[in-house]
């Protein structure tokens, strides 16, 4: 070992020794330093990786909870907007059900094929029968009505006088649909035309009469039947 230096020397071995003692104190102290440096590391990567693991696990919870929201706010908007469309349906379907009354209402009475064969039918076993029939003056729709009705009661053979054989009145009460009347006299001396009950009948049976009701007045036409037709009535 004679070629290291300070070999054979007292004061510089001694020299030599103290300084890699020192070096060597220095190296532990500085590998005592870096592993405890290495374990805080250690210790704070564990720590940010737990941290990162449960902000990752806390933001899969928001997700799904965030999902389960946007669900549950879809089912509540399809509820929603499935109401609104039942709605709208009920509300078409009502205002259909509206108009169609409306119509009904302002449309003009007609009576059908079938309805003018029976009203003929019901009245030609009575030909000769002499009528008067009225409509309310400035009421066109009951005008158009009368005159449609004097056409089938003609085409029975009945009498409805000259011309159009339609008059208008201004009546006192408010007239409305249809009145059959006869001379009061012949009504208390039962001395009624014998068309009278087949005449209300058929009338009724096509419901352009309500009920079975004949009025009478002085002042009609012995002999005759009165018939007045009044405004359309609701619904009819």
Excluded: C
């Amino acid at each position: 070992m004679s070629f290291l230096p300070g070999w054979n020397s007292i004061e510089l071995a001694s020299k030599i020794h103290t300084w890699f003692e020192v070096a060597g104190i220095i190296v532990l102290a500085v590998l005592v330093l870096t592993e405890t440096i290495s374990l805080v590391y250690s210790a704070r990567k564990d720590s940010l990786l737990e941290e990162k693991s449960r902000a990752e696990e806390v933001r899969q919870k928001e997700d799904a909870a965030a999902r389960l929201r946007e669900r549950k706010l879809d089912a509540e908007n399809k509820q929603l907007i499935l109401a609104q469309l039942e709605e709208a349906k009920k509300e078409s379907a009502d205002a259909k059900v509206q108009t169609a009354k409306i119509k009904e209402q302002v449309a003009p009475r007609r009576l059908s094929a079938d309805q003018r064969k029976e009203l003929i039918a019901a009245l030609a076993p009575f030909k000769g029968q002499q009528i008067d029939v009225f409509s309310v003056m400035g009421d066109s729709e009951g005008r158009q009505f009368a005159e449609s009705l004097i056409e089938i009661l003609r085409a029975a053979g009945w009498d409805a006088g000259p011309m159009s054989g339609l008059n208008q009145a201004i009546f006192t009460g408010d007239v409305v649909g249809i009145q059959v009347g006869v001379n009061k006299k012949d009504l208390d001396g039962a001395r009624v035309p014998n068309s009278l009950e087949a005449f209300v009948n058929v009338l009724i049976k096509l419901h352009l009469l309500e009920k079975h009701e004949v009025f009478a007045n002085d002042g009609f036409a012995a002999g005759k039947i009165r018939l007045n037709v009044g405004r359309k009535p609701p619904g009819g």
